[in-house]
């Protein structure tokens, strides 16, 4: 089984910055990308961000570009969000999402999400 435990989430103005985390363990041969998806109040879940574990590739939902940056610390099978001049429409449930190949043999990924953590931008 894979875990992602995701961190970082709080309450912040407007124009502030959060930064959130999220570690993958549990029975994982690689990874082969992680990512970050949003879900505000009555809203459908929605893409925000995604990075490729070899080669470093990222890519960014139209409303999140130049404001938030994502990244990856191989070593500790962590994906990081950085969320900077943040708007009250951030305000979500942010899910970290994995791609991962469980053993040598896998022909395929399997997909997993975490638990979320809130994020809320207000004044």
């Known amino acids: 089984q894979v875990q992602l435990v995701e961190s970082g989430g709080g309450l912040v103005q407007p124009g502030g910055s959060l930064k959130l985390s999220c570690a993958a363990s549990?029975?994982?041969?690689?990874?082969?990308?992680m990512g970050w998806h949003r879900q505000a109040p009555g809203k459908q879940r929605e893409f925000v961000a995604k990075?490729?574990?070899?080669?470093?590739?990222?890519n960014y939902a139209e409303a999140v570009k130049g404001r938030f940056t994502i990244s990856r610390d191989n070593a500790k099978n962590t994906v990081y969000l950085q969320l900077n001049s943040l708007k009250p429409d951030d305000t979500a449930v942010y899910y970290c999402?994995?791609?991962?190949?469980?053993?040598?043999?896998?022909?395929?990924?399997?997909?997993?999400w975490g638990q979320g953590t809130q994020v809320t931008v207000s004044s």
């Open positions: 999402a994995a791609d991962v190949f469980l053993t040598v043999a896998s022909m395929k990924t399997n997909d997993y």
């Open positions: 549990g029975n994982i041969f690689s990874i082969y990308a």
């Open positions: 990075i490729m574990w070899s080669g470093g590739r990222t």
